[in-house]
């Protein structure tokens, strides 16, 4: 009995100490956390707010210059100054992102605002910087320098926050070819904490012409079939979001 309480301790404390060091030492993918993150109260606060499934709230403060459309932008014959009734929700602010032992920054002082409403698209030529800067943004890479605040949230310190408002369809299909349709929109809207009614499942489907094909395996959907997956898995979440 107590070799098997032993085992069952170390076994537990192997699990901890891995969870811990995942979060803490840089890897090639996601933002490593400070080794103290235990002792913040925004850890915590984060961490509540997604079991609840709380919405994003504006606790994040946008600097004077883009709230008052002062900005270098705003100076520009070139640039729209944005109304005053306008409200931002994702604030890039001076964004750099030099990958390890790269000579040119692959995204070089972005500082762009995306306001409540509207549609924004990132144009440009290969190489640009267009998927470095959704990939920083949803912190699949940590940024150079520079930050980000979505709905409140900066990406730097509350990443787990920013991340219950935002969506993406990558440029790839992430599908599992033994699953429905139906499952999922399940799935991934149980990712994200929700658990849609199979109604709401069914509008998810039709909103993208996928209304008859529910059942059917994405393994046997031709290629623009499993991109309406994609949409759908996307669309089925929240709609107080920013999708990418």
């Not at 290629?223 to 759908?232: D, P």
Request: aromatic share 10%; hydrophobic share 30%.
């Amino acid at each position: 009995m107590s070799e098997w309480k032993t085992r069952r301790e170390e076994k537990t404390n192997n699990h901890i100490r891995s969870w811990y060091f995942e979060q803490v030492v840089p890897s090639q993918y996601g933002v490593a956390k400070p080794f103290w993150f235990l002792l913040t109260p925004s850890y915590w606060g984060g961490l509540l707010s997604c079991f609840r499934g709380a919405t994003p709230t504006m606790n994040g403060e946008y600097s004077a210059a883009y709230r008052n459309g002062e900005c270098a932008e705003g100076e520009n014959k070139n640039f729209e100054k944005a109304s005053d009734d306008l409200q931002p929700q994702v604030q890039i602010q001076d964004l750099v992102k030099l990958y390890g032992g790269a000579e040119k920054k692959a995204v070089d002082g972005l500082s762009l605002t995306m306001y409540e409403s509207q549609i924004t698209c990132l144009l440009g030529h290969n190489g640009a910087g267009k998927t470095t800067t959704i990939s920083v943004l949803t912190g699949l890479y940590p940024p150079t320098s520079g930050d980000c605040v979505i709905f409140g949230n900066k990406i730097s310190s509350d990443l787990a926050e920013a991340r219950q408002s935002m969506g993406i369809c990558p440029q790839h299909n992430v599908l599992f070819p033994e699953l429905t349709v139906s499952e999922h929109i399940k799935f991934f809207n149980r990712i994200k904490g929700l658990a849609p009614s199979n109604e709401e499942v069914q509008v998810n489907a039709t909103e993208v012409g996928l209304g008859d094909k529910m059942e059917a395996l994405s393994g046997s959907l031709s290629g623009g079939m499993k991109r309406k997956v994609s949409r759908a898995k996307r669309a089925s979440l929240e709609e107080d979001e920013s999708h990418y």
